[in-house]
């Protein structure tokens, strides 16, 4: 059932941030669903145990946004192994704390996402060169933080009740 309910969350995020949100927000600038779903799980798990939704999440949103297969799958792989190669000097269990340095690994996310989209898909095209200079770049990060801002409690209430029916956490007599 956790199996099912994952899939649905990695499917229907990659669905809303490429066919919703474009809506809302401008081109160029549209908030990063799925990475931030997965910048707060991957700060709980291993990618030992998530690399199978990693890949599933890229895929997904290489179909959807019509980019070359691998793309999205090489930046959120990128972006993991950054943010779990910076968590371990910075693993604390203070909630106010965590709140914040999740919010940093955000913003490190959305950084190292749009370098290696941009060194495999506008670089290649020669489009926008000096993306770090152009004013949808810090927007888009500006609404990563304010997305994250809107999921971040819920999503760690909600994986508190998965941790209560978890069967690997009941007491066996």
Excluded: H
């Excluded at 371990?88 to 490190?108: C, L, R």
């Excluded at 670089?123 to 993306?131: I, K």
């Amino acid at each position: 059932m956790i199996q099912f309910f994952i899939f649905a969350v990695i499917f229907f995020s990659a669905v809303i941030q490429v066919s919703f949100l474009p809506n809302f927000f401008p081109a160029g600038a549209v908030p990063d669903l799925l990475l931030i779903f997965l910048v707060l799980w991957v700060m709980e798990k291993s990618v030992k145990e998530i690399w199978p939704w990693l890949i599933l999440g890229g895929l997904f949103l290489d179909f959807f946004s019509f980019l070359p297969v691998g793309t999205n799958i090489l930046a959120i792989f990128f972006v993991v192994f950054v943010i779990k190669a910076m968590m371990k000097p910075y693993f604390v269990t203070d909630k106010m704390w965590k709140f914040f340095i999740s919010a940093g690994f955000v913003i490190i996310g959305t950084l190292a996402n749009e370098i290696i989209l941009f060194l495999t898909t506008k670089f290649v095209l020669q489009e926008n060169v000096a993306f770090l200079l152009d004013r949808n770049f810090y927007l888009k990060i500006t609404y990563n933080l304010l997305i994250f801002l809107i999921i971040y409690w819920p999503v760690d209430k909600f994986k508190r009740v998965l941790e209560f029916y978890n069967p690997k956490n009941k007491f066996i007599r």
